[in-house]
């Protein structure tokens, strides 16, 4: 079974930037639809991001588009979210997630593994 293990979070002023990153191990996910999607407290988690297996295609929640980007290495097996520009509504605890059959699906339910999270706190 595939693990997941984020890191890179932390707390950040608003303006400031955070590199996610995603580690795999138990086996290769270089063939899966990976995303992150974030939780805010008392809110209900929700797709930020989605890539290919091949790093070719991803998706952005409109939220973020234009500031975060989504990338992978299949060699390392590991995924990462570069935030920028961050406000204080992106404040959140952040999972990263695989196993979708495609890219286009953004619903939590469509992903077949997680990550414990990594928490992003973004003050005003």
């Known amino acids: 079974q595939v693990q997941l293990v984020e890191s890179g979070g932390g707390l950040v002023q608003a303006g400031g930037s955070l590199r996610l990153s995603c580690a795999a191990s138990?086996?290769?996910?270089?063939?899966?639809?990976m995303a992150w999607f974030r939780q805010a407290p008392g809110k209900e988690r929700r797709f930020v991001a989605t890539?290919?297996?091949?790093?070719?295609?991803?998706l952005y929640a409109d939220s973020v588009k234009g500031r975060f980007t989504i990338s992978r290495d299949n060699v390392k097996n590991t995924v990462h979210l570069q935030m920028n520009s961050l406000q204080p509504e992106d404040t959140a605890v952040y999972s990263c997630a695989g196993g979708a059959s495609s890219y286009r699906l953004t619903g939590p339910k469509e992903y077949n593994y997680w990550g414990q999270g990594t928490q992003v706190t973004v003050s005003a």
């Open positions: 890539i290919t297996w091949n790093g070719g295609s991803t």
């Open positions: 138990g086996r290769t996910i270089s063939r899966d639809t």
